[in-house]
């Protein structure tokens, strides 16, 4: 990166129209800052030859998320953070300069937010529905992503396998192994003909955490998405079920047929109930891993929640906050042998 980083700055800068770069220097980033994906992410300090001084955000990144973040930029970044890479072609990872939109991830205290989220949102999902042929890179969540990688290889073949390698987890967890697969594979059909059917297709953030997680953060009275490092084409559904609830997402369905898109509320909601397991299967593997000899109030409760949506596939009627009380009572339910209600 040293040869290219005032190049690629100077990209940065010239979509920002801030004038010339001079210089640029190591920043500070915390490690919540750069996210637990793994890949290479630095803050950078930029000065400008009129004297302007300002940060900027530098991350190595697939292909994917490089060309995703330049459409967003090129459609007007009003809520995804601008960004330049001099590589469009290239499947490895290479260095992009993303513009820097702060660290800010809980909504100021008395400040509703997720309507602005769902108008993002549905900005976003709108301008680029059913435009596949477009994003010739973009990777398509098709019949064999859902039954051979997400609900397998991310999610429940790593629960399987830790019934059997950690023999406290399977006695703890391993009588829902058999649920689980039959529901993560109704689930799979489920999102498989959502793909066929094709009229949700989009581009997707696929990594969009509850309402307290990482990806959505706050700068001058605006959401921005963040990290679009699992991005795919893929119904819309997907990024609405981990961070509304059923009312919030009825915002987003003002939003997105306010655009021109016809579609009947009741249709919205089936699909929207059928994918709700998502937000389970996704999050599986790292729940999992907070887990250790059983579960508590700090290892427990999250894995315990993740199961209890996969297992009854109950779309939240009011957030969730993880409380001792709501621990408690899936505690009770695991205990019990009640968490793995089915229900229709």
């Not at 290239?90 to 769902?118: F, H, N």
């Not at 655009?259 to 059928?274: H, K």
């Not at 999050?283 to 700090?298: I, V």
Request: glycine letters at 6%; proline letters at 4%; charged letters at 25%.
């Amino acid at each position: 990166m040293e040869s290219n980083k005032i190049v690629i700055a100077q990209g940065l800068a010239d979509v920002l129209q801030r004038g010339q770069v001079r210089q640029i220097a190591q920043g500070r980033m915390t490690e919540a800052e750069r996210g637990w994906s793994g890949a290479e992410v630095r803050r950078m300090e930029v000065t400008y030859t009129s004297g302007r001084q300002e940060s900027m955000i530098f991350k190595e990144a697939l292909l994917k998320e490089r060309m995703v973040m330049k459409r967003l930029t090129d459609q007007g970044h009003q809520n995804t953070p601008a960004a330049f890479s001099l590589d469009t072609e290239s499947d490895e990872p290479r260095w992009m300069a993303l513009e820097d939109v702060g660290s800010i991830k809980t909504p100021p205290q008395g400040q509703e937010w997720s309507p602005k989220v769902a108008e993002a949102l549905a900005r976003i999902h709108t301008r680029n529905l059913r435009k596949g042929s477009e994003m010739p890179w973009l990777p398509h969540a098709d019949r064999v992503y859902w039954e051979r990688y997400l609900v397998t290889k991310v999610s429940v073949d790593h629960f399987e396998k830790l019934t059997e390698q950690n023999p406290n987890f399977g006695r703890e967890f391993g009588a829902y192994l058999p649920t689980l697969r039959e529901k993560a594979n109704v689930f799979a059909r489920d999102m498989a003909a959502l793909y066929d059917e094709k009229d949700s297709l989009t581009l997707t953030h696929g990594d969009l955490q509850s309402i307290d997680g990482s990806h959505v953060h706050y700068l001058n009275d605006k959401p921005y998405l963040i990290d679009f490092g699992w991005c795919y084409y893929a119904p819309f559904y997907i990024d609405l079920v981990s961070y509304f609830t059923i009312e919030e997402a009825k915002v987003y369905y003002n939003h997105f047929i306010n655009s021109g898109v016809s579609l009947s509320y009741d249709d919205f909601y089936e699909r929207l109930r059928a994918t709700f397991c998502y937000s389970g299967l996704i999050y599986l593997y790292p729940s999992m891993m907070q887990w250790s000899t059983g579960p508590t109030e700090q290892t427990g409760k999250r894995l315990l929640h993740i199961l209890k949506i996969i297992l009854t596939g109950e779309f939240p009627e009011r957030r969730i906050d993880y409380s001792n009380e709501l621990f408690s009572k899936l505690l009770t339910e695991h205990n019990s042998g009640t968490l793995d209600i089915r229900k229709n």
